[in-house]
């Protein structure tokens, strides 16, 4: 081989270095991603299946590797985890999600929804948007999952908007959305992070908390407590994120497949997450924990309260735009199933 030759065959290797040239993808590659979901939860059932499906398809040149159980922090320190490389992805709710693209929490607004339907009809319609949005900060936003409905639990009885006030009421330090709210409604929030929850219900440091009934479970809250509200206060989701840098080391066929398998399971999650949690609903029962019926006042002053929040937080957490589109894909959906 001559000089030059030799001089070619130099530069081709730096541009492949400095990644100008064909990308060469390694030929196993594993992605870490974190999460707050217990072992054994639904959730980590639908994803440990989930990631063996990907394995398989792929033949074992992808795997996922799940720290579970809130092993690598909160989610906040998901997110700063993955911007640092330390990290490839994370299962997050839409706190973390928020912590990339704050606008995502337009779809859960308190009191906005009446049903699950009503969620899936106007998340379908708008998750495109946010995709692109994630995709501009250094995110593949993957296809939805789910936490549900969001209630009130407590160890003393919650009749009134005056009971839950005289709560010390657990409120994710990082929450802006819920930030907002509970200053609206004059509620004394006490900002923890959720590994911290477990602890602070034990020693009294929490009276109450929130959270969906599986996640209540899953957590352990609900031994904690004695009572859960019959309202809900909103409909939370959430999704898996993982950084495009990160997939850069997937070759486009495998990415694919990860593609295809994480859509079909995020569809068998949500379905999951709501059976599950009817279940944790009579597991509580069954228990001792108490729903208590609240009172029509309580729920059109929370109401009230809750759409004041929306006016108040557009420009701040999203645009007008945004909660128009989320308003009209409601009422759009309800004007469909009119009884």
Known sequence: MNRLSLL??????????????????????????????????????????????????TSGRVTLKYFEGGQQGDEKD?????KLGQLDGAAVTSIGLAMIDESIRVLELPMMFESPEEVDYVADKMWPHFQEKFAKKGFKLQDRGEVGWIYFLSKSKVESLKDLKGQKLWMWGDDQLVGAMFKKLSLNGVPLGVPEVDAALTSSKLDACYGSPVAAVALQWYSKVKYMTSMPMSFAIG????????????????????????????????KTIRKANEDAKATMTRKGITVVQTPVAMVDEFTKQAH????????????????????????????KHKK
Do not use: C
């Not at 065959?9 to 594993?30: D, F, I, K, M, Y």
């Not at 998901?78 to 993955?82: E, G, L, N, T």
């Not at 994120?241 to 569809?267: C, R």
């Not at 004041?308 to 009422?331: C, F, H, P, Q």
């Open 239 to 270: 999704a898996t994120v993982v950084s495009l840098d990160s997939l850069k080391k997937v070759s486009a066929e495998d990415q694919k497949t990860v593609e295809e398998v994480s859509k079909a399971n995020a569809k068998k999650l949500r």
């Open 78 to 82: 998901f997110v700063r985890k993955i």
């Open 308 to 335: 004041d929040a929306w006016t108040d937080l557009t420009g701040k957490i999203y645009s007008k735009d945004e909660l128009d589109m989320v308003i009209k894909y409601r009422d759009e959906y309800r004007a």
């Open 8 to 57: 070619s065959v130099s530069a081709l290797a730096a541009l492949a270095t400095l990644g100008l040239g064909r990308p060469a993808h390694a030929e196993n590659v594993e992605l870490r991603i974190a999460t707050l979901a217990p072992s054994g939860s639904p959730w980590m059932e639908v994803l440990d299946k989930a990631n063996a499906e990907i394995k398989e398809k």
